[in-house]
């Protein structure tokens, strides 16, 4: 398949989610659509952007669909495990794990970096959620007890 075509597709399927997920957020009572909404349109946008830009392309060059297979297939485990796993350990936990987690099965080798890059994503993570939007997340395992 070539990179445009691709590309397109990719673009085509994110704006098809993006709008599903804003009509379906702004269903939603009182202003808890509002966040889904606008994320949903952005996608939506987004998505519309990168199939525009391939069809402006010239050149059409073949692309396999991944660059690297088992790593495309590490990914797509560890995205089912933190879904899986968000109800049992909590939002911030699994979160932690995922950050930390996922670079190391794809091969990066730098703890300190790592750690640092984690207690950042989930501070800003809570301060979106906890202190800005003031949602509810899922409970944290180590709250349960």
Same mark, same amino acid.
């Given at each position: ?34 966040? !889904?909404? =606008? +994320? *949903?349109v952005i996608?939506?946008?987004?998505? %519309? @952007? &990168? ?11 073949e692309r ?36 930390i987690a996922? !670079?190391? =099965? +794809? *091969? ?6 790592? %750690? @640092? &890059? ?28």
């Open positions: 398949m070539t990179e445009q075509r691709q590309d397109i597709l990719l673009g085509v399927v994110f704006a098809v989610i993006g709008v599903a997920a804003a009509i379906k957020a702004a269903a939603y009572s009182g202003a808890s659509g509002g966040y !889904p909404m =606008v +994320l *949903g996608l939506a946008g987004l998505g %519309g @952007l &990168v199939s525009l830009k391939a069809l402006k392309r010239k050149r059409l060059d396999p669909l991944t660059q690297h297979t088992p790593r495309m297939l590490l990914t797509l485990v560890c995205a089912a495990l933190y879904l899986a796993l968000v109800p049992a350990l909590g939002f911030y936990t699994t979160s932690a794990l995922l950050v996922l !670079p190391v =099965v +794809l *091969g990066f080798r730098q703890p300190i970096y790592l %750690g @640092l &890059v984690t207690v950042v994503f989930i501070g800003i993570v809570w301060s979106v959620f906890s202190l800005l939007l003031e949602k509810p997340l899922p409970t944290e395992i180590w709250k349960r007890f």
